[in-house]
């Protein structure tokens, strides 16, 4: 009975002891040149680590459990041109510090560098290259994801409408999508019913549109670099979205297109060397401040019932048509403190700042340049300039335009000279 006793005490420190300890630490498991990843996939467990050390690895990975594969002096990953190279199909999965490359080409089946399935929540990609995948990431209905510090290049022989692209989210929430490098794909952003994301410090060019963004509430677009694409930012069927000091230089068509978009801040962002800077289309109920809109071709094209829109302190600089507005009435912005045009030519008698003549965006030497293209050739004539001061004195002769009433002497931004002359390459 003294046996069983002792026996019977010691079993019971053991569990105190296993029960004090928690759970088994995770392990991390040592993947050399030439073994498989994937079988080290499979016999890990929850939780492990695996460090893939530097190698050329042909295989196309499927991941249903927790991990984190991290990659040691950057090994790569190929999927053979065939499907996709990674896909994760769990919560919490961490991918970095690998060469991801080789997709398929499929669009049908979406063949991704990585691909994230419907609730696989939590997953982190931070620091890896994308080096000839369809689409980079596509990520479906996995919510918290943080995809960060990744290069990411496309199939770039494809013609634009082939290719995939970089990071594509759809029906996500609160996605931190931050200093990604994404160039030859068909457009570096896709954004789809996803609500409450970040994307910042993102550099986005050499592609379709750097965002393409859709049908998505109450996002932060901050600090990102949209250069060299047909369009830098398109936000389309949106609401109470934050934009901030991005710039969008260099683009085919437009900086930053607003279209079907409401109660929104639009601030301090630089649109410069665009065919068109702001290219904003049935936009109500939105602040625009603080924006440099600088040497476009067309500073701003408005139109579509654009209306009720605060714009204020706003430097609209050296752009070949100031506005372009199309309405029936004018259109008055900067009510309260006016934005600074740099082709104004009124004076300030009483040194406020302000101009004491109204400005109008489109005033009939407006008109007759867009009717007569070479009328351009002419905008510096004292002759073109007396026909402006007319234009203004007699209203039988004027249409509809944008009227600021407090226009500034002086732009908001004294540096904005570094952006003039950053053009998408013109014939």
């Known amino acids: ?3 069983s006793f002792r026996l019977l005490r010691t079993l019971a420190a053991a569990m105190l002891i296993a029960a004090l300890a928690g759970p088994a630490a995770a392990a991390v498991w040592q993947i050399k040149a030439g073994e498989s990843i994937q079988a ?4 890990a467990a929850p939780g492990d680590t695996l460090e893939i050390e530097r190698a050329r690895y042909v295989e196309n990975l499927l991941i249903t459990k927790p991990l984190t594969l991290r990659g040691l002096d950057r090994p790569t990953i190929s999927g053979g041109l065939r499907g996709d190279t ?13 060469i991801i490359a080789d997709s398929g080409a499929s669009l049908r089946e979406q063949n991704a560098g990585i691909y994230v399935w419907p609730g696989s929540h939590h997953t982190v990609v931070r620091n890896c290259d994308f080096s000839y995948t369809l689409f980079g990431l596509w990520i479906e209905q996995s919510n918290d994801v943080l995809i960060e510090g990744n290069l990411i290049t496309g199939k770039r022989e494809l013609q634009s409408s082939q290719r995939g692209n970089g990071i594509q989210l759809y029906n996500t929430r ?10 030859f794909v068909r457009d570096a952003l896709y954004v789809d019913v996803s609500h ?8 986005l060019h050499h592609s379709r549109y750097g965002t393409h963004y859709m049908n998505a509430y109450d996002n932060l677009w901050e600090g990102n670099d949209s250069w060299m694409n047909r369009g830098g930012l398109a936000l389309m069927e949106v609401r109470r979205l934050t934009v901030r000091n991005n710039r969008a230089w260099a683009n085919s068509d437009h900086g930053i297109m607003l279209r079907t978009i409401q109660d929104s801040v639009i601030e301090n962002n630089v649109v410069a060397g665009n065919q068109r800077g702001f290219f904003i289309y049935d936009a109500e109920y939105n602040v625009l401040r603080g924006n440099a809109v600088i040497d476009n071709l067309v500073g701003v094209h408005l139109w579509a019932g654009s209306k009720n ?10 752009n070949r048509e100031q506005v372009r507005y199309v309405g029936a009435r004018d259109m008055p912005w900067g009510v309260k403190e006016g934005n600074y045009w740099s082709n104004y030519l009124g004076w300030d008698r009483n040194g406020d700042g302000a101009g004491d003549v109204q400005y109008e965006a489109n005033d009939m030497v407006d008109r007759l340049s867009w009717r007569h293209p070479m009328m351009k050739l002419l905008l510096a004539s004292p002759a073109v300039q007396t026909l402006r001061l007319v234009g203004q004195q007699f209203p039988l002769l004027r249409a509809p335009s944008i009227v600021d009433p407090k226009p500034r002497m002086q732009p908001h931004n004294p540096d904005w000279s570094q952006w003039r002359g950053r053009y998408f390459p013109r014939s």
Not at 86 to 98: P, S
Request: proline share 0%; glycine share 6%.
């Open 86 to 98: 990674i896909r994760i199909k769990a919560e919490r999965v961490t991918i970095e510090g690998l």
């Open 40 to 43: 080290a996939i499979d016999r």
């Open 174 to 183: 609160r996605a931190q999508i931050i200093g990604n490098n994404i160039s």
């Open 309 to 318: 829109n605060e714009v204020e302190g706003n430097d609209f600089i050296a």
């Open 196 to 203: 409450d994301a970040v994307f910042r410090n993102n550099r």
């Open 1 to 3: 009975m003294h046996r």
